[in-house]
C-alpha cells in the first residue's frame, strides 16, 4: 500500500504541468526552456535510435521475399550461414575437415544434395552439440528459410538429391498393406516392425519413427544418414517411399485393441509385467489368504 | 426340501453299501493342509493352467494350423491384400472379427506366462525351504519335468500364429538344431520336413501343443497331486508342529473354500491382465517371412535366458574333417540348457551325498539356516537374471542410452564373477541372521531402552524373548559337518571307505562347517544365570507393555 502514494503524487505532479500547457507554442516554448534540462540530450538521443530503427524495420528487405525473389541471393545467403554454423567441421566450401589424427572432423558435403541438409539441419542433428556415437535429433536452430538457404547452396555444390516433391508425401495416396510389407522387408531390421527403433552396435540406434516428419523419412531414405542405408529411386521407388511414409503414419494412428500397449515392445515388456505385476499381485493375494483365515 | 435330502441320502447310503467308500472319503476329505502364503505358489500355476485350457479349447474352434498361403481379405485394413499363412490369416481373424477372441487370445498368454513364472517361483520355493529332501524326491524330478514340459509348450505356441516374431524363434531352434555335430542337418529336415521353414511345421508344432505337451503335463500334474497328498505337505515347525505331524486346516471344507476362492482370485487377476494390456500383437509383428528378421526380436520370458546366452556367446567355430563344429551356438543353445538341467533334477541327490543325511524330513529349513544351500540358489537366480538381461540386450541399451556393446561384455563378465559373488554375500547375510537369532535367544530381544548406570556406564535393556518365540528360533535341528572317523581303526587295520568318507566330510564341512548354531541348553541357561543380574533386575522395571 505504500507503494501506490509515490505514484499518485507524481501522477499529480505531471498533470499540473501539462494543464500549463496550450498548442504548439507551448511546445516550442517548452523545448527552448528546458533544452538545458540534465536529461535533455538522453531524450535527443532515443528519439533519434527510434527513429533510426524504425525505418530500418519499415525499409529493409525481408529474408522471405529474398529467398522468392532470387536463387543467387539465397545460394549467397546459405554460404555465408554456412561459413558461420557449418565451415569450422565441413570446411567453408563443405570439402570436409580431416585432422591430424586421421579423424574425420566433418564429412565433405559434396555431392550430398538439399535433402541431406534438409533432414540434417531440419530434424535439429546438425549442427552438432558435440562428437559422439551418432548425432542425435534436437530442437532446431535455423529457420526453414535458413535451412533452405544452406541446402541451396550445398546443392550448388554439386549435383545430389533433392527434397522430396509434395506428391510424394500425400500419405492418403499411399498403399498401407503394401507400406508396411516394405517396411519389413526393409527397414524392421532397424526400426523394428512398427518403427519404434532398436540399438545398433557401439552406442549407435535406429530412432524411434513415431511422430517424425513423411518429408524427413522421405529424405531419410534417399541420403542415409549416420549408419543408415541409401535407398535410392532405383531400389524404392518415390512411390514405394510414399507406401513407407503411409504405414508408419497408419500404424503410429491405430488404436491398441488388446489394451495398454506397453511400449508395443513385445516379450520383455510382457515378460516383466507378467512378474512384476502379474506374480506379485497374486503372491499378495495369496499372503492375504492366508493372514485372513489364521485370524478366523 | 427334506424329501429330496433323505432322497440323496438313500442314494449315497446304496452306493456306500455296495463299495464301502465313506471311509476313505472321510479320512481323506479331513486331510490337513498346512496355512503360508509361499504354498500357495503351486496352487497358481494350477489354477492358471486350467485357464490356459479353458481358452486354448476356445482358440481351437477358430485356428486353423496350416502354412496353406492365402491372401489376406479380413477385417484388419492394414494387412488386406497381404500374402500369408492360413494360421496367421485365423489369428488376426480370432483377434479381429471373432466375438472375445482377442480376449481370449490374451487370456491365454498371460496365462501361459503367469504359469511359467508361478511354477518357476514354486519351485525356488521348494529349494529355499528343503522341501524337496527325501522323502520329496520323486516329486522334484517330477516339478523340474513340468517346469521343462511348460517351457515346451508355451514355445510351441508361441510359434504357432506364424507371425515374423514366433518365426525368426523358430529359425534360432533350427539353428540351434543344426549345431549339433552329425545329426543336426537331419534333425532339422525331419522336424521341418526338409529345408527350413518348409510348410509342415505349423501342423506339426499344433498337435504337440494341444495334445502331446498338455496331456503330459495333466499327467504329470495329477502325479504330483497324489504323491503331495500321499506324502502329505511339509510345513514350518513351530509349538505342536513337529517332524511327525502337519498342523493346519482340514481339507474340507475349510481348504476347499479358500483353494477354491484363491481360483477364482488367480483367474481373475489373469483375466484382469488380458482385459487391460496388450499381450503379443501379431498384427503389428506382420506374418513371417523368413528373409526378415526385424530389431526387437525377443523370446517370451522363459526362452530369454537361451537368446541371452546366445547373443553373449563369443563366436567360436572349428572345423572337424571339413564339418563345422560351431561352439558358438553349440554351447549356448544345447549344451547351456543340460549344464542347467542336470543339476537341478539331481539336486536333491547331490545334497543328501554333500551332507550325508539320508533321514526324511516333513520340517521346512527357514533359508537362513541352511546358508550353503540359500547362497547357491541366489547365485544360481543372479547367473539366470544376467542371461535375462543379455537376452534383451538391445532392450535394455535403448532404454538406458548406452552401448549394446557395453551390456554384452558386462554380462560376459559378470557370468562369471557375480553368481559366486552373489553366494558369498548371501551366505554372510545367512550367517549374520543365524547369529542375531542365536544373540536373540541367548540374550532377549533389543527394547530400546538405554540405561545408565550409576556409574556412568550405558547399556541397552533386553527383554527375554517368550517361550513360543524363542521356540520359533530354536526348532531346527543342529546341523553338523560330518566326521570321516580315524584312518585307521584301533589295531591299526586302514579303513577301506577312509578316501571316500574324508571327501564326503569335506562337502559336509562346505555346506555346515560356517553355520552359526544355536544355543545349546547349557549355554542358555548359562546365558541366563551370568553377567545379566543388572539386567534383569532392571527388567523387573519394565513396564509389561515392552515385555
Same mark, same amino acid.
Given at each position: 500500500?505504500?507503494?501506490?502514494?509515490?505514484?499518485?503524487?507524481?501522477?499529480?505532479?505531471?498533470?499540473?504541468?501539462?494543464?500549463?500547457?496550450?498548442?504548439?507554442?507551448?511546445?516550442g516554448?517548452?523545448?527552448?526552456?528546458?533544452?538545458?534540462?540534465?536529461?535533455?540530450?538522453?531524450?535527443?538521443?532515443?528519439?533519434?535510435l527510434?527513429?533510426?530503427?524504425?525505418?530500418?524495420?519499415?525499409?529493409?528487405?525481408?529474408?522471405?521475399?529474398?529467398?522468392?525473389?532470387? /536463387?543467387?541471393?539465397?545460394?549467397d545467403? &546459405?554460404?555465408q @550461414? %554456412?561459413?558461420?554454423? +557449418? #565451415?569450422? $567441421? *565441413?570446411?567453408?566450401? =563443405?570439402?570436409?575437415?580431416?585432422?591430424?589424427?586421421?579423424?574425420?572432423?566433418?564429412?565433405?558435403?559434396?555431392?550430398?544434395?538439399?535433402?541431406?541438409?534438409?533432414?540434417?539441419?531440419?530434424?535439429?542433428?546438425?549442427?552438432?552439440?558435440?562428437?559422439?556415437?551418432?548425432?542425435?535429433?534436437?530442437?532446431?536452430?535455423?529457420?526453414?528459410?535458413?535451412?533452405?538457404?544452406?541446402?541451396?547452396?550445398?546443392?550448388?555444390?554439386?549435383?545430389?538429391?533433392?527434397?522430396?516433391?509434395?506428391?510424394?508425401?500425400?500419405? /492418403?495416396?499411399?498403399n498401407?498393406?503394401? &507400406?508396411?510389407? @516394405? %517396411?519389413?522387408?526393409? +527397414? #524392421?531390421? $532397424? *526400426?523394428?516392425?512398427? =518403427?519404434?527403433?532398436?540399438?545398433?552396435?557401439?552406442?549407435?540406434?535406429?530412432?524411434?519413427?513415431?511422430?517424425?516428419?513423411?518429408?524427413?523419412?522421405?529424405?531419410?531414405?534417399?541420403t542415409?544418414?549416420?549408419?543408415?542405408?541409401v535407398?535410392?529411386?532405383?531400389?524404392?521407388t518415390?512411390?514405394?517411399?510414399?507406401?513407407?511414409?503411409?504405414?508408419?503414419?497408419?500404424?503410429?494412428?491405430?488404436?491398441?485393441?488388446?489394451?495398454?500397449?506397453?511400449?508395443?515392445?513385445?516379450?520383455?515388456?510382457?515378460?516383466?509385467?507378467a512378474?512384476?505385476?502379474?506374480? &506379485?499381485?497374486?503372491?499378495?493375494?495369496?499372503?492375504?489368504?492366508?493372514?485372513?483365515?489364521?485370524?478366523? | 426340501?427334506?424329501?429330496?435330502?433323505?432322497?440323496?441320502?438313500?442314494?449315497?447310503?446304496?452306493?456306500?453299501q455296495r463299495?464301502?467308500?465313506?471311509?476313505?472319503?472321510?479320512?481323506?476329505?479331513?486331510?490337513?493342509?498346512?496355512?503360508?502364503?509361499?504354498?500357495?505358489?503351486?496352487?497358481?500355476?494350477?489354477?492358471?493352467?486350467?485357464?490356459?485350457?479353458?481358452?486354448?479349447?476356445?482358440?481351437?474352434?477358430?485356428?486353423?494350423?496350416?502354412?496353406?498361403?492365402?491372401v489376406?481379405?479380413?477385417?484388419?485394413?492394414?494387412?488386406?491384400?497381404?500374402?500369408?499363412?492360413?494360421?496367421?490369416?485365423?489369428?488376426?481373424?480370432?483377434?479381429?472379427?471373432?466375438?472375445?477372441?482377442?480376449?481370449?487370445?490374451?487370456?491365454?498368454?498371460?496365462?501361459?506366462?503367469?504359469?511359467?513364472?508361478?511354477?518357476?517361483?514354486?519351485?525356488?520355493?521348494?529349494?529355499?525351504?528343503?522341501?524337496?529332501?527325501?522323502?520329496?524326491?520323486?516329486?522334484?524330478?517330477?516339478?523340474?519335468?513340468?517346469?521343462?514340459?511348460?517351457?515346451?509348450?508355451?514355445?510351441t505356441?508361441?510359434?504357432?500364429?506364424?507371425?515374423?516374431?514366433?518365426?525368426?524363434?523358430?529359425?534360432?531352434?533350427?539353428?540351434?538344431m543344426?549345431?549339433?555335430?552329425?545329426?543336426?542337418t537331419?534333425?532339422?529336415?525331419?522336424?521341418?520336413?526338409?529345408?527350413?521353414?518348409?510348410d509342415?511345421?505349423?501342423?506339426?508344432?499344433?498337435?504337440?501343443?494341444?495334445?502331446?505337451?498338455?496331456?503330459?503335463?495333466?499327467?504329470?500334474?495329477?502325479?504330483?497331486?497324489?504323491?503331495?497328498?500321499?506324502?502329505?505337505?511339509?510345513?514350518?515347525?513351530?509349538?505342536?508342529?513337529?517332524?511327525?505331524?502337519?498342523?493346519?486346516?482340514?481339507?474340507?471344507?475349510?481348504?476347499?473354500?479358500?483353494?477354491?476362492?484363491?481360483?477364482?482370485?488367480?483367474?481373475?487377476?489373469?483375466?484382469?491382465?488380458?482385459?487391460?494390456?496388450?499381450?503379443n500383437?501379431?498384427?503389428?509383428?506382420?506374418?513371417?517371412?523368413?528373409?526378415?528378421?526385424s530389431?526387437?526380436?525377443?523370446?517370451?520370458?522363459?526362452v530369454?535366458?537361451?537368446?541371452?546366452?546366445?547373443?553373449?556367446?563369443?563366436p567360436?567355430?572349428?572345423?572337424?574333417?571339413?564339418?563345422?563344429?560351431?561352439?558358438?551356438?553349440?554351447?549356448?543353445?544345447?549344451?547351456?540348457?543340460?549344464?542347467?538341467?542336470?543339476?537341478?533334477?539331481?539336486?536333491?541327490?547331490?545334497?543328501?551325498?554333500?551332507?550325508?543325511?539320508?533321514?526324511?524330513?516333513?520340517?521346512?529349513?527357514?533359508?537362513?539356516?541352511?546358508?550353503?544351500?540359500?547362497?547357491?540358489?541366489?547365485?544360481?537366480?543372479?547367473?539366470?537374471?544376467l542371461?535375462?538381461?543379455?537376452?534383451?540386450?538391445?532392450?535394455f541399451?535403448?532404454?538406458?542410452?548406452?552401448?549394446?556393446?557395453?551390456?554384452?561384455?558386462?554380462?560376459?563378465?559378470?557370468?562369471?564373477?557375480?553368481?559366486?559373488?552373489?553366494?558369498?554375500?548371501?551366505?554372510?547375510?545367512?550367517?549374520?541372521l543365524?547369529?542375531?537369532?542365536r544373540?536373540?535367544?541367548?540374550?532377549?530381544?533389543?527394547?530400546?531402552?538405554?540405561?545408565?548406570?550409576?556409574?556412568?556406564?550405558?547399556?541397552?535393556?533386553?527383554?527375554?524373548?517368550?517361550?513360543?518365540?524363542?521356540?520359533?528360533?530354536?526348532?531346527?535341528?543342529?546341523q553338523?559337518?560330518?566326521?570321516?572317523?580315524?584312518?585307521?581303526?584301533?589295531?591299526?587295520?586302514?579303513?577301506?571307505?577312509?578316501?571316500?568318507?574324508?571327501?564326503?566330510?569335506?562337502?559336509?564341512?562346505?555346506?555346515?562347517?560356517?553355520?552359526v548354531?544355536?544355543?545349546?541348553?547349557?549355554e542358555?541357561?548359562?546365558?541366563?544365570?551370568?553377567?545379566?543380574?543388572?539386567?534383569?533386575?532392571?527388567?523387573?522395571?519394565?513396564?509389561?507393555g515392552q515385555?
Amino acid at each position: 500500500m505504500p507503494r501506490s502514494l509515490p505514484g499518485r503524487s507524481r501522477g499529480s505532479r505531471i498533470g499540473q504541468s501539462s494543464s500549463g500547457l496550450n498548442g504548439g507554442a507551448s511546445i516550442g516554448r517548452l523545448l527552448s526552456t528546458r533544452r538545458r534540462h540534465p536529461l535533455a540530450a538522453i531524450a535527443v538521443l532515443v528519439a533519434v535510435l527510434f527513429t533510426a530503427g524504425g525505418a530500418y524495420a519499415a525499409l529493409a528487405p525481408t529474408t522471405s521475399q529474398n529467398v522468392q525473389a532470387a /536463387s543467387s541471393t539465397q545460394i549467397d545467403e &546459405g554460404r555465408q @550461414l %554456412f561459413a558461420i554454423g +557449418c #565451415s569450422s $567441421c *565441413h570446411g567453408l566450401n =563443405g570439402e570436409g575437415q580431416i585432422n591430424d589424427n586421421g579423424d574425420v572432423l566433418g564429412p565433405s558435403l559434396i555431392g550430398v544434395g538439399a535433402a541431406a541438409v534438409d533432414f540434417q539441419v531440419g530434424t535439429g542433428r546438425m549442427p552438432l552439440a558435440a562428437p559422439s556415437a551418432q548425432a542425435e535429433r534436437k530442437p532446431v536452430s535455423y529457420s526453414q528459410d535458413q535451412i533452405d538457404a544452406m541446402a541451396a547452396f550445398v546443392a550448388s555444390l554439386a549435383p545430389g538429391p533433392d527434397v522430396p516433391d509434395e506428391e510424394y508425401l500425400d500419405t /492418403s495416396q499411399g498403399n498401407v498393406a503394401r &507400406g508396411g510389407e @516394405l %517396411f519389413r522387408t526393409n +527397414c #524392421s531390421q $532397424c *526400426h523394428n516392425t512398427t =518403427g519404434q527403433g532398436g540399438a545398433l552396435t557401439m552406442g549407435q540406434f535406429a530412432p524411434n519413427l513415431t511422430g517424425v516428419e513423411p518429408r524427413h523419412i522421405y529424405e531419410a531414405m534417399i541420403t542415409g544418414p549416420q549408419a543408415m542405408p541409401v535407398f535410392n529411386d532405383q531400389t524404392v521407388t518415390p512411390e514405394d517411399k510414399r507406401d513407407i511414409i503411409a504405414f508408419l503414419e497408419s500404424v503410429q494412428n491405430e488404436p491398441d485393441p488388446g489394451g495398454l500397449a506397453i511400449g508395443r515392445a513385445g516379450p520383455v515388456a510382457e515378460g516383466l509385467w507378467a512378474w512384476l505385476v502379474g506374480i &506379485g499381485l497374486l503372491i499378495g493375494m495369496a499372503t492375504w489368504i492366508v493372514t485372513r483365515s489364521s485370524k478366523a | 426340501m427334506s424329501a429330496i435330502v433323505n432322497g440323496a441320502g438313500k442314494v449315497v447310503d446304496f452306493v456306500d453299501q455296495r463299495i464301502t467308500a465313506s471311509n476313505w472319503l472321510k479320512r481323506n476329505i479331513r486331510k490337513v493342509f498346512p496355512d503360508h502364503w509361499s504354498f500357495l505358489l503351486g496352487e497358481i500355476a494350477l489354477f492358471s493352467f486350467i485357464m490356459i485350457l479353458l481358452s486354448g479349447v476356445f482358440l481351437t474352434l477358430w485356428f486353423k494350423p496350416t502354412m496353406a498361403h492365402v491372401v489376406y481379405e479380413g477385417a484388419y485394413v492394414p494387412m488386406r491384400d497381404v500374402g500369408m499363412s492360413e494360421a496367421y490369416a485365423s489369428t488376426l481373424e480370432i483377434s479381429f472379427e471373432v466375438r472375445g477372441g482377442l480376449l481370449m487370445r490374451q487370456v491365454h498368454h498371460w496365462g501361459a506366462l503367469i504359469f511359467l513364472a508361478a511354477m518357476s517361483a514354486h519351485m525356488l520355493r521348494v529349494f529355499f525351504t528343503g522341501a524337496f529332501r527325501k522323502p520329496r524326491e520323486i516329486n522334484w524330478l517330477i516339478g523340474v519335468v513340468l517346469l521343462v514340459l511348460g517351457v515346451a509348450a508355451g514355445f510351441t505356441g508361441y510359434s504357432l500364429p506364424d507371425d515374423l516374431l514366433s518365426g525368426t524363434g523358430l529359425r534360432i531352434i533350427e539353428g540351434g538344431m543344426l549345431a549339433i555335430p552329425i545329426v543336426g542337418t537331419y534333425l532339422s529336415s525331419f522336424l521341418f520336413g526338409g529345408e527350413y521353414p518348409g510348410d509342415d511345421i505349423i501342423a506339426r508344432l499344433y498337435p504337440m501343443h494341444i495334445l502331446l505337451i498338455p496331456g503330459l503335463i495333466l499327467a504329470l500334474v495329477t502325479a504330483h497331486l497324489m504323491i503331495l497328498w500321499y506324502q502329505k505337505h511339509t510345513h514350518w515347525g513351530g509349538p505342536g508342529k513337529t517332524n511327525t505331524n502337519v498342523a493346519g486346516a482340514p481339507f474340507y471344507p475349510i481348504y476347499v473354500a479358500k483353494a477354491g476362492g484363491f481360483q477364482f482370485i488367480v483367474m481373475g487377476v489373469i483375466v484382469l491382465l488380458a482385459a487391460t494390456i496388450q499381450i503379443n500383437p501379431v498384427w503389428l509383428w506382420g506374418p513371417y517371412d523368413p528373409s526378415v528378421v526385424s530389431a526387437g526380436t525377443q523370446p517370451d520370458w522363459y526362452v530369454g535366458f537361451l537368446d541371452g546366452a546366445l547373443r553373449v556367446m563369443p563366436p567360436w567355430e572349428f572345423y572337424i574333417f571339413d564339418h563345422p563344429v560351431t561352439m558358438s551356438v553349440l554351447i549356448p543353445a544345447i549344451l547351456l540348457p543340460g549344464i542347467i538341467l542336470t543339476p537341478l533334477a539331481l539336486y536333491p541327490w547331490l545334497e543328501q551325498k554333500a551332507t550325508g543325511d539320508t533321514r526324511e524330513h516333513h520340517l521346512l529349513d527357514r533359508p537362513r539356516n541352511v546358508p550353503v544351500r540359500t547362497g547357491i540358489g541366489v547365485a544360481f537366480i543372479v547367473f539366470y537374471i544376467l542371461l535375462w538381461i543379455a537376452g534383451g540386450n538391445d532392450f535394455f541399451a535403448t532404454i538406458l542410452e548406452i552401448p549394446v556393446n557395453w551390456i554384452t561384455w558386462f554380462i560376459r563378465i559378470g557370468i562369471f564373477v557375480l553368481p559366486p559373488l552373489a553366494f558369498f554375500a548371501t551366505k554372510r547375510i545367512c550367517l549374520g541372521l543365524q547369529r542375531r537369532d542365536r544373540d536373540k535367544v541367548m540374550h532377549g530381544r533389543e527394547t530400546g531402552i538405554v540405561m545408565v548406570s550409576p556409574e556412568g556406564e550405558f547399556s541397552e535393556l533386553h527383554a527375554p524373548l517368550s517361550q513360543a518365540q524363542a521356540y520359533q528360533l530354536t526348532w531346527h535341528e543342529r546341523q553338523l559337518p560330518s566326521d570321516p572317523g580315524p584312518a585307521t581303526d584301533a589295531n591299526g587295520i586302514p579303513n577301506p571307505n577312509y578316501r571316500s568318507k574324508r571327501v564326503q566330510a569335506r562337502l559336509s564341512r562346505f555346506y555346515f562347517g560356517d553355520v552359526v548354531q544355536k544355543p545349546t541348553r547349557e549355554e542358555l541357561e548359562s546365558a541366563h544365570h551370568d553377567g545379566h543380574g543388572a539386567e534383569s533386575a532392571h527388567r523387573d522395571e519394565l513396564p509389561s507393555g515392552q515385555q
